[in-house]
């Protein structure tokens, strides 16, 4: 059986071995992640194209060595120190003593060379960018189907968007064969137009963040030729705000992140929807308005006052007709005599209106006299029964209330037909 030991004894023993091995040592290799920190110390990696190396310039060596103000990542370096292995999280590191510039890093180089061939021969013209459309409603998405741009684009798009219909062609975002993975992905896109399986709007070319290896995918001179010639637009969305690509120039629209991709889709249809929004709100508003205006003005609304416009009215009508002298004008008055049996049938009908309606209401007045008369306390005295009411006014409505009345003050007796006063002189209990 093997014998145990700790996570620390191993870490120590491995830290000890890596000393004896490789003591001061030299590498060579590209800046990447340069910063510093508050303390003053320096932190990066330095890479080549298949490794990375996490390196710490400590305070006092950065004073012996202020050429690490002047680098930036990709400057190509010697970097002279020792290996040490940080128990704590188990990352090995070079501790830097020393920093030698010696040129621009091969990936920075031939990044500068390929856009400047591409800026001379005229692929990076604004002139030739195509509009990307206000409010698309088919967008393809070429990317990993698996990694975190398309769970952010996808996240942002259900936020805003209510009119886009979005389509996944996976391919592959890193690596040797990811530029020909992208650049079939373009393919199926036209292919999928010319069969009609559905129309496409716009393309987004799309990945996460990464160091300048992770992203080299995207500054293929193939790929970014077939952007070039694609007939659709192109919206490249790769990387962080920081990274620039290739594609990012020759596309017709860069976005600094994938989410920002799917604002930029998206920015027109929030816009449209909150103007919708306004509108109904707007429109209610206004409806109410006129409703409740309506709503008061019916309820000034008075019959008799109407009644009286229409009176005043055949009475301005009546007038004029006395006025003519219907014999000498008896074929020009036909008009007008038409208008007079109008305005007659229109008198009885109104009359006849008044009349049904005056009935109605006098029923309703005779229904509610009668509830009246019912509840009137006459009608019960009329049937045989008395009301006694104490000095203070008040019903006596139980034997125990009569008891507790003042002797000395009269009751008084409510009949019929008229009143008694009466004196309690003693009362028995029956």
């Known amino acids: 059986m093997n014998k145990k030991i700790t996570v620390t004894d191993l870490l120590s023993a491995i830290a000890n071995a890596l000393d004896d091995t490789f003591g001061s040592i030299c590498v060579e290799g590209e800046i990447k992640g340069l910063t510093q920190s508050a303390s003053k110390h320096w932190y990066f990696s330095i890479t080549d194209p298949n490794a990375s190396l996490s390196c710490a310039l400590f305070y006092m060596n950065a004073a012996r060595n202020p050429i690490i103000k002047t680098l930036k990542d990709g400057d190509q370096v010697i970097l002279t120190g020792a290996i040490n292995l940080y128990k704590v999280r188990g990352n090995l590191q070079l501790i830097v003593s020393s920093v030698k510039k ?131 637009p192109v919206i490249s969305a790769v990387g962080h705000q920081i990274d620039f690509t290739i594609c990012d120039f020759v596309a017709d629209k860069r976005a600094e992140t994938p989410s920002a991709a799917a604002e930029i889709l998206t920015e027109n249809q929030v816009h449209l929807l909150d103007r919708l929004s306004n509108l109904r709100d707007s429109l209610k508003r206004s409806m109410d308005n006129t409703s409740l205006y309506y709503k008061n003005k019916l309820a000034k609304c008075d019959p008799g006052k109407t009644i009286g416009l229409i009176w005043e009215r055949i009475n301005l009508y009546k007038k004029r007709l006395e006025r003519l002298d219907v014999i000498k004008n008896i074929w020009e008055m036909t008009k007008v005599a038409e208008k007079i049996i109008f305005l007659d049938d229109l008198h009885t009908r109104l009359f006849q209106s008044i009349d049904l309606y005056l009935m109605q209401k006098n029923n309703q007045l005779g229904t509610l006299a009668a509830k009246l008369n019912s509840l009137d306390p006459k009608k019960v005295l009329e049937r045989g029964y008395t009301m006694v009411v104490d000095a203070d006014q008040q019903v006596v409505l139980s034997v125990k209330q009569f008891d507790q009345g003042d002797g000395m003050k009269p009751f008084k007796l409510h009949f019929a037909d008229g009143t008694r006063k009466v004196y309690k002189q003693g009362a028995e209990e029956k």
Do not use: C
């Not at 013209?125 to 189907?145: A, C, F």
């Not at 996808?154 to 890193?174: D, E, G, H, W």
């Not at 799309?206 to 790929?223: H, K, Q, T, V």
């Open 102 to 232: 010696i040129g621009k890093g091969d990936f920075f180089e031939e990044f500068e060379k390929l856009k400047n061939k591409l800026r001379s021969e005229g692929l990076f013209e604004e002139s030739h960018k195509k509009i990307i459309p206000s409010y698309p409603t088919n967008v393809v998405i070429i990317t990993s189907e698996k990694g975190a741009a398309i769970t952010d684009f996808i996240n942002v798009f259900k936020r805003r968007s209510q009119l886009m219909n979005l389509l996944l062609i996976p391919a592959l975002v890193q690596g040797e064969e990811a530029p020909l993975s992208i650049r079939r992905a373009m393919q199926k896109v036209l292919l999928i137009i010319e069969e009609k399986k559905m129309p496409v709007d716009v393309v987004v070319l799309m990945r996460g963040g990464g160091s300048i290896e992770d992203l080299w995918a995207f500054n293929d001179e193939l790929l970014a030729r077939d952007i070039y010639h694609f007939p659709l």
